[in-house]
């Protein structure tokens, strides 16, 4: 029980520390999200470049309009090739790391050197297999001339737009720190040589508080590790770090043991050591760490899963609107009530959200915690809603959840507080249970489709639904979603464990 959200939370650090900034879930900006972009756009406008050129060359130039078609295919084989060549030497040279993407002169000279490069390149083979004279040299010059004008522009635009988004602070990582004694300060130290724009340290944690001083390089000691996931539960951080010394291999295994319920990325900021998982080494501003845990779905995954959602529940919500319409009238005749049934379940980060539903029961027999499960038969299931239920038609507004950005169309189903397995809660009875908040609710799910649903009667089936949840959430992919949703409309219409 200590893992749920308390509600007073937000209001006790604020009362104690200095305010914390805060964002909005799709609020900060990933960098690696950036770096891919700009790559993706300079292969872009080399290709671009190389069409424009074309049209320009032989439809204003040579006044040979009915022959661009013949060489746009001629000339398509140069240009992505050189597209080609030039993202990844562009690459390869770093002009792709965040740092250097804010750095105007490094990459107006990086730049031109690789895209002069490119094409000399390009000329060298081209003379070597004797092709050279089948290409316009008027042509190659308004090629290069326009390609090398569309990376600059990039890069200009690129760098104010850095700037704007650091001033705001949607580029800073929010970073919280456990441990306060030597380790940590030297940290610290470091995070905050980064500056503000790049690292907003939340606070420091750190279970030895009262053998602490309140303050650590300028930082308020806010708590332990209990009072920071209670943190995290409601101030989104990106990464948390401990910070303590080598010797101390059992309370670090014991504190990732603990921490891993978060969805944020875990990391270690000393040398690595082997009693536990690591992913890798990285950096933090100027800090080495070790990579424990990423958190799921982020940066491009983020981005795909975003626009997924978004496109395919606002189709859908125009498919469906029709039939929910009908459902709605038929619920109104059916038995005296409201339309829909809202209830608050878990979300992402263990948060409460409002999930609807149209309304099944009677309203004198509904059960708002969801702790009474629904069985076979059930006297409280109205004749309308026992046909909504059979085939998952209930579940149909939830797309408005997504569109609010509460849930997504395929992730682990939202399950009440209240909800048990067995005779116990869910989340008290099996293991890792929290680790399912990691990503967003969804209305459909992997478990779902793995005759995974309805009623959980025993511990056994509780865990095999979390074991599915959690091998989605690790394994997932576009195509997983599209196939988990396919399958779904099998499952929803052969009515198994739906009642």
Sequence with gaps: MADIPRTDTATQFRIDTKPVPKRGKNNAI???????????????????????????????????????????????????????ILSFTLYKSGSYEFKRLSLLGWQFRRVTVVCIATMGVLSMVAFASKVAELYSRGWAVAWIALTLAQLLLTRVVLFY?????????????????????????????????????EIVIAGVFDDRRTRLPGVVC?????????????????????????????????????????????????????????SFPMRGIGDVASARTIEILDRPLKNWSRVVKW??????????????????ALIALMIKLDSPGPVFFIQDRFGFNNKLIRVLKFRTMRVENSDQSGATRTVPNDSRVTRVGRILR???????????????GDMSLVGPRPHVPAMKAGERLYHEAVDNYFLRHHVLPGLTGWAQVNNSRGEIDSLGAARRRVAYDLYYIDNWSFWLDIKILFLTVRVALSRQNAY
């Design 30 to 84: 990933s960098r690696e999200v950036v770096c891919n972009t700009v790559q993706i756009l300079d292969f872009l406008a080399c290709v671009v470049a190389g069409a424009v050129s074309v049209a320009i060359y032989f439809g204003l130039y040579m006044g040979t309009e009915a022959g661009i078609g013949a060489a746009y295919q001629q000339y398509a084989y140069p240009v992505i090739l050189a597209a080609i």
């Design 161 to 197: 737009m850095l700037r704007r988004w650091s001033q705001l602070g949607r580029l800073a990582q929010m970073v919280a720190v456990v441990g306060g004694d030597q380790v940590g300060e030297q940290l610290l130290s470091k995070l905050q040589a980064a500056g503000e724009n």
């Design 218 to 274: 300028g930082c308020r000691v806010l708590g332990t590790t209990d009072d920071l996931i209670s943190f995290a539960r409601n101030i989104l951080i990106d990464e948390i770090i401990i910070a303590l010394p080598l010797r101390a291999e059992q309370r670090i295994g014991d504190l990732v043991a603990k921490l891993r319920s978060l969805p944020v990325d875990l990391r270690l900021s000393i040398d690595p050591i082997n």
């Design 307 to 324: 626009f997924e959602d978004r496109v395919l529940s606002a189709i859908l919500c125009l498919i469906f609107a029709p039939l929910m």
């Design 390 to 404: 059979g085939f998952s038609l209930d579940e149909l507004p939830q797309l408005i959840n997504v569109l609010r």
